[in-house]
């Protein structure tokens, strides 16, 4: 067991977690957000710091939330885990993923109760990964498809049979020798290849009735901060862009019904996602003018 799972005091049933090894210097501005969100809603929150190879072996690190979620899942005894990226906020900290998951408007509506996992729909269908017609044929990937529709940086499982099956079949896939393979996204094309051969969709389908996971529209549950939502016609110009129209975006997010914000477009801008989430937090600051749902 990881180091930092094992000294975890379990004191809820659901836990968000954060992998923030070498020094991810973001973190330090979102995972206090995400505590205080948990902290507010009675959830534990553990953000992980360090890497254990002798549990993850060869997998790159892209794969230890999967180790992560299992051990959380099984020698924890959580019944509810949600992992968030170190470059991810909370917008809608009002609201409880429990009240989230269940309102009638929101984007899991559709949901049924035997749910196991829910997940945001990826912006595109294609990432850096391209598999190869071998890798079809193994279930890394589905054919016509690359590293969509679903996108793997935010979710929350259920304590569930299928749900530790799911996982098993990612960590045996994390085993395979190969660099290419290894590359961002392969853990998010094996977990789509296994759902769309495996599950349906917000629904149940017959002859699988306890393997439905929940997909929110993109733009709901999490969206992009990036150039095509931002007042600003060329990428140099994030760096120059006054308060007032980022903080414009992020009213808009939230006004929208955000869950939470996430920033993998604007990694090479480093000032500019420090500036994000200090504003964030700045406008909306958890425990202020609300009660927990």
């Not at 960590?171 to 769309?196: D, M, Y």
């Not at 862009?241 to 993998?264: A, Q, W, Y």
Request: with cysteine; charged share 15%.
């Amino acid at each position: 067991m990881h180091e930092q799972v094992a000294a975890l005091v379990p004191r809820s049933s659901t836990v968000i977690f954060t992998v923030c090894v070498n020094g991810y210097f973001l973190c330090d501005l979102t995972a206090p957000r995400w505590l205080r969100y948990s902290e507010w809603h009675g959830y534990d929150f553990l953000r992980v710091r360090t890497r254990n190879k002798t549990i993850t072996g060869i997998a790159t690190p892209a794969w230890d939330r999967i180790f992560l979620a299992q051990q959380l899942l099984t020698q924890k005894g959580y019944q509810q885990v949600m992992h968030v990226d170190g470059d991810s906020a909370v917008l809608a900290w009002e609201t409880s993923l429990e009240a989230y998951f269940h309102n009638r408007t929101g984007p899991f509506a559709e949901a049924p109760g035997d749910t196991f996992m829910y997940l945001s729909q990826d912006r595109g269908r294609f990432g850096a990964y391209h598999p190869t017609k071998n890798d079809f044929a193994r279930g890394i990937a589905l054919s016509g498809t690359v590293s969509g529709p679903n996108n793997f940086a935010m979710f929350v499982m259920r304590n569930r049979p299928i749900t530790l099956e799911m996982l098993q079949h990612l960590i045996r896939q994390s085993q395979r020798v190969g660099r290419a393979f290894q590359k961002w996204p392969a853990e998010q094309g094996v977990l789509n290849a296994w759902l769309g051969q495996n599950c349906s969709v917000n629904r149940r389908r017959a002859g699988a009735p306890d393997c439905v996971y929940a997909q929110a529209a993109y733009g709901s549950f999490q969206r992009f901060i990036s150039v095509g939502n931002l007042p600003a016609s060329k990428a140099h110009e994030f760096v120059n862009l006054t308060i007032p129209k980022l903080n414009s975006t992020l009213r808009l997010f939230r006004d929208e019904g955000v869950f939470m914000l996430h920033t993998p477009a604007m990694s090479m801008f480093t000032s500019f996602l420090m500036q994000t989430f200090i504003n964030l937090d700045a406008l909306f600051p958890i425990g202020t003018a609300a009660s927990p749902s």
